[in-house]
């Protein structure tokens, strides 16, 4: 059975940093690329940042791009993303999600997701 | 704020047709196959439709999405309760780099 769980949520300070988890099993990690979805409560999804089955590219959203960093971990089935700088907006449930091609696209669809880990950012 | 545009919300009673409009650009929905999510209350997303028309082996054929120009359509046939969710459009952005997500419709089965 394919299981995504995130952890490291919490409570943080405006401009604090954390660093979430997300521990994978159920199928080859190091074969699929690998995204952070968050979602602000109340609000729509809105995709976090992407990184390729070997790290070789990574994207990111314009909201996060200079303060977050997603890294992967194959041999230990784990996926990170360290988000320093934190604010106010940046509060939301983090979704980790595996990505998976269809045919010949560039880009990948989200098939499994985690059940997701708060990140609430206020003084 | 999203790039894909949803209507806010959409309903019907049990049994009917429901239809949910996707509207993006050229960079995006254009150019590269559009996905859909279901999200039902309380819990995680959960991949409804890949690759403008697919569906993953579990999703009922009572799904159906569709792809024309920058539009996209989510198509929900004989309305049941348990569609009552959110649901969302998503495509990757060759302009922004990066994928995007639609703004959300939430469907309530009256």
């Known amino acids: 059975e394919v299981q995504l769980v995130e952890s490291g949520g919490g409570l943080v300070q405006p401009g604090g940093s954390l660093r979430l988890s997300c521990a994978i099993s159920g199928f080859t990690f190091s074969s699929y690329s690998m995204n952070w979805v968050r979602q602000a409560p109340g609000k729509g999804l809105e995709w976090v940042s992407y990184?390729?089955?070997?790290?070789?590219?990574?994207y990111y959203a314009d909201s996060v791009k200079g303060r977050f960093a997603i890294s992967r971990d194959n041999a230990k089935k784990s996926l990170y993303l360290q988000m320093s700088t934190l604010r106010a907006e940046d509060t939301a449930v983090y979704y980790c999600a595996r990505g998976t091609y269809y045919d010949s696209s560039a880009y990948p669809y989200f098939d499994s997701w985690g059940q997701g880990t708060l990140v609430t950012v206020s003084s | 704020q999203s790039v894909l545009t949803q209507p806010p919300s959409a309903s019907g009673t049990p049994g009917q047709r429901v239809a949910i409009s996707c509207s993006g650009s050229?960079?995006?929905?254009?150019?590269?196959?559009v996905n859909w999510y279901q999200q039902l209350p309380g819990t995680a997303p959960k991949l409804l439709i890949y690759s403008n028309n697919q569906r993953p082996s579990g999703v009922p054929d009572r799904f159906s999405g569709s792809k024309s120009g920058t539009s996209a359509s989510l198509a929900i046939s004989g309305l049941q309760s348990e569609d009552e969710a959110d649901y969302y459009c998503?495509?990757?952005?060759?302009?922004?780099?990066?994928?995007?997500f639609g703004t959300g419709t939430k469907v309530t089965v009256l």
């Open positions: 998503a495509a990757w952005d060759d302009s922004l780099n990066g994928y995007v």
């Open positions: 990184i390729s089955t070997s790290s070789g590219s990574i």
């Open positions: 050229s960079a995006n929905i254009e150019s590269n196959a």
